[in-house]
């Protein structure tokens, strides 16, 4: 006898509720990392732009240590190893509050930071010097110029690639079930072991991860005609 697909049979009772919470921990997962990613790659930018040598080769060192260690491996430092070098009063209040999320999302944004630094520094390079020379010639500062004249423009530019970033950490975040984070692969692989519904599990995650990703790619096609609309 051949085998049935029968994806109905996963889509009912707790199961669905663990495709739903997997689902809606992944999108806060990669909320959470995207906003300390985009925060601490504006501020990576920032350094990294200013004239002085020691600040800028901090920076390129952190860019090359995270686009060169595997991530998975970065995950497990901070799980692992990070905790034991806290005080124990903050390694008791990260314990109570969620840190196998916590700690990813700090793993997962930092490491993106990285890419997201050298996107916005990519940018900012294709606007003409004569833009930052002239602002700081009407009395703005080093921080103003970037603020209120190069970094707008250079997030403009760079929205394509920084669409891409955003793609490439949520898939991503499918690397934090293995220090136990109940994103949708670690729901998935639950509903696998107690249904035994291999191919119906993951062929729903796969549409889950399908859709979800289509829909970062709608947005992202949106802010880019919307930019260029403003240009105009």
Do not use: C
Request: cysteine-free.
């Amino acid at each position: 006898m051949g085998y049935v697909f029968d994806p109905a049979a996963i889509l009912t009772g707790r199961y669905l509720d663990w495709f739903i919470w997997g689902t809606a921990t992944t999108i806060g997962l990669t909320i959470a990392a995207w906003v300390l990613g985009m925060t601490m790659g504006i501020l990576l930018t920032l350094v990294r732009m200013v004239p002085f040598r020691p600040l800028e080769w901090l920076v390129a060192l952190y860019v090359e240590f995270h686009r060169n260690v595997p991530l998975l491996v970065q995950i497990f430092v901070w799980y692992f190893a990070i905790p034991q070098l806290l005080p124990r009063t903050m390694r008791v209040w990260i314990n109570g509050h969620h840190s196998e999320f916590l700690l990813a999302t700090v793993a997962l944004g930092l490491a993106s930071a990285a890419y997201i630094s050298e996107d916005l520094r990519s940018g900012i390079r294709s606007i003409p010097k004569t833009q930052y020379e002239a602002a700081r010639s009407i009395g703005f500062s080093y921080l103003q110029a970037m603020s209120s004249v190069i970094l707008p423009q250079a997030l403009r530019i760079v929205i394509p690639p920084l669409i891409n970033q955003t793609l490439l950490l949520f898939k991503n975040t499918s690397l934090a079930m293995a220090i136990g984070v109940a994103e949708l692969t670690y729901r998935t692989r639950e509903v696998d072991s107690y249904t035994f519904k291999t191919f119906e599990a993951f062929a729903i995650a796969t549409v889950i991860y399908l859709a979800i990703s289509f829909a970062i790619m709608a947005a992202g096609n949106y802010a880019d005609r919307r930019f260029k609309l403003e240009v105009r």
